[in-house]
């Protein structure tokens, strides 16, 4: 059986009932988020959960982790089993990423809505039938399943983007989020790309956003798994050629820091070793 802390985004959505589950993911997990421990890592707290949770089953409490070895920072925090998941991730309306004291990294469940300022990727319900495409070819990726089909999927999604540009004069929130939404669709093209080893696709197709500083920030959380690909994929010229760009580089420093150490010097000082130490083994233990 395939371990569901390395597999934590096809490990929820088997745990899951409803396509609920993918806004639960794409709005509130971060795409490179791995719980680096092996004990279970979904949290809730007691005081957090609706009526009809309350009290929570024995047999859904983490045997691996005891309580008393909780080092949260809130007495009321259990640690939910990672095979009694379903009705918690049904009922949630929103999640974050809590460490606790030993730095052990965990996903809480919220059962209120939280405000976002944006949405990182539209969800079943607000696609259009030919953005499908795009969702499903990111699911195979995501899973490491099928890259042929995924890439059918993405060139479909692909030729959609093409035909529904954005006009960019109008700077509402309604106009950028959907900037967002078009430019996230064409990071998940670039990444099948790159996954097919198409890597003239891929460069054209983050071509659209990754040269361009304004969306940097937005689609932050979806370029530094894309740079993590490329690391994998061993497109070293190309990372390299990314990194050219001085402004890029101190914007992904600790990715930037993380090529220089795995494959050009690991005697390279690194300045966020934590953070830098997370990439490397995320890029190892995937290749």
Request: with cysteine; aromatic share 12%; hydrophobic share 40%.
């Amino acid at each position: 059986m395939s371990s569901p802390n390395a597999h934590w985004y096809s490990h929820l959505v088997a745990q899951s009932r409803t396509d609920h589950i993918y806004t639960l993911i794409h709005e509130y997990i971060p795409f490179d988020w791995q719980p680096l421990h092996d004990y279970d890592f979904v949290i809730v707290r007691l005081s957090n959960l609706p009526p009809g949770l309350q009290p929570p089953s024995a047999i859904h409490i983490s045997k691996k982790l005891p309580q008393p070895d909780y080092c949260f920072a809130h007495t009321d925090y259990i640690v939910l089993h990672n095979y009694h998941l379903t009705e918690y991730l049904e009922a949630a309306k929103a999640a974050v990423i809590v460490e606790d004291a030993k730095k052990r990294s965990f996903i809480e469940l919220l059962f209120k809505n939280e405000n976002r300022q944006s949405k990182p990727l539209p969800v079943a319900g607000d696609l259009k039938e030919e953005e499908m495409n795009l969702l499903l070819a990111y699911e195979l990726l995501q899973k490491g399943f099928n890259k042929e089909l995924a890439l059918e999927y993405a060139q479909k999604g692909e030729r959609f983007l093409d035909n529904n540009r954005i006009e960019t004069g109008d700077s509402s929130e309604e106009t950028l989020q959907k900037i967002k939404r078009q430019m996230t669709g064409y990071n998940i093209v670039a990444m099948v790309y790159s996954w097919n080893n198409q890597m003239a696709n891929a460069a054209a197709a983050d071509a659209i956003y990754i040269h361009h500083p304004e969306f940097w920030d937005i689609l932050e959380q979806y370029i530094k798994p894309y740079l993590e690909l490329l690391m994998i994929k061993r497109e070293l010229g190309y990372v390299k050629y990314l990194f050219s760009d001085k402004a890029f580089r101190k914007h992904f420093l600790a990715h930037y820091e993380a090529f220089v150490s795995l494959f050009i010097d690991d005697t390279f000082p690194l300045t966020r070793p934590g953070e830098v130490v997370g990439i490397i083994n995320r890029v190892n233990n995937a290749s």
